[in-house]
């Protein structure tokens, strides 16, 4: 079987800046934040949720939309159904 690649783990060190131009909401959201551990926690967790959201898969989010549509079909007998809840008791 073929083996995908293997990639060295190095440690990669950034050091960057960010002005509120280049982009508000990113800027908006670390610049809460003080300098140092919790700035860089924060923008570790944005990146992560970042690759999540680019890797969803994309039929995904078409089934739940095609699920929702399903299931917001309604015909008028569906009051009645829900009206027979507060209906006198059913006797046996």
């Known amino acids: 079987m073929n083996r995908p690649p293997t990639i060295p783990c190095e440690r990669i060190r950034l050091v960057f800046e960010l002005e509120r131009d280049d982009n508000p909401r990113l800027y ?3 610049i809460r934040f003080k ?3 919790k700035r860089v926690n924060r923008l570790r967790t ?3 949720e970042g690759l999540l959201a680019q890797h969803w898969p994309t039929g995904f989010a ?4 095609e ?3 399903q299931a917001t079909l309604r015909t008028q007998d569906d009051a009645s159904i829900t ?4 209906g006198p008791p059913i006797t046996e």
């Not at 078409?62 to 939309?65: E, K, R, S, V």
């Not at 009206?83 to 507060?86: D, E, G």
């Open 46 to 48: 944005l990146a992560q």
């Open 35 to 37: 300098k140092g551990t």
């Open 83 to 86: 009206n027979q809840v507060f």
């Open 67 to 69: 699920v929702r549509n």
């Open 62 to 65: 078409g089934q739940i939309l």
């Open 28 to 30: 908006d959201d670390l």
